[in-house]
């Protein structure tokens, strides 16, 4: 079972950033796909930003040019770097792991973002 463990969400300004952290618990962060999926109210969970164990990343349309999505492996945690936040990034923001030797997915408790002034 892998834990996962989000930290950074807050109350910003429209135009204002944010880090967003998730710790992962285990010896296998490294062959994780993971990624960064938000959710707000009253609309389904989307795809947010997600890097391969190789590196490869990708971004919803919607943040292109705005987050930027990393990991650490040494810390066995991922971050998503969020720059000109906009009112229409208000959610909960979760972390998702891919394990796909077990073709498992974990998920974290999400943390809270705001945009608002």
């Known amino acids: 079972q892998v834990q996962l463990v989000e930290s950074g969400g807050a109350l910003v300004q429209p135009g204002g950033s944010l880090r967003l952290s998730c710790a992962a618990s285990?010896?296998?962060?490294?062959?994780?796909?993971m990624g960064w999926y938000r959710e707000a109210p009253e609309k389904q969970r989307e795809l947010v930003a997600r890097i391969t164990s190789s590196g490869s990343i990708s971004y919803a349309d919607s943040v292109k040019g705005r987050f930027t999505i990393s990991r650490d492996n040494a810390k066995n945690t991922v971050y998503l770097q969020m720059n000109s936040l906009k009112p229409d990034d208000t959610a909960v923001y979760y972390c998702?792991?891919?394990?796909?030797?077990?073709?498992?997915?974990?998920w974290g408790q999400g943390t809270q973002v705001t945009v608002s002034s």
């Open positions: 998702n792991a891919w394990d796909q030797m077990w073709a498992s997915a974990y």
């Open positions: 285990g010896s296998r962060f490294s062959t994780y796909a």
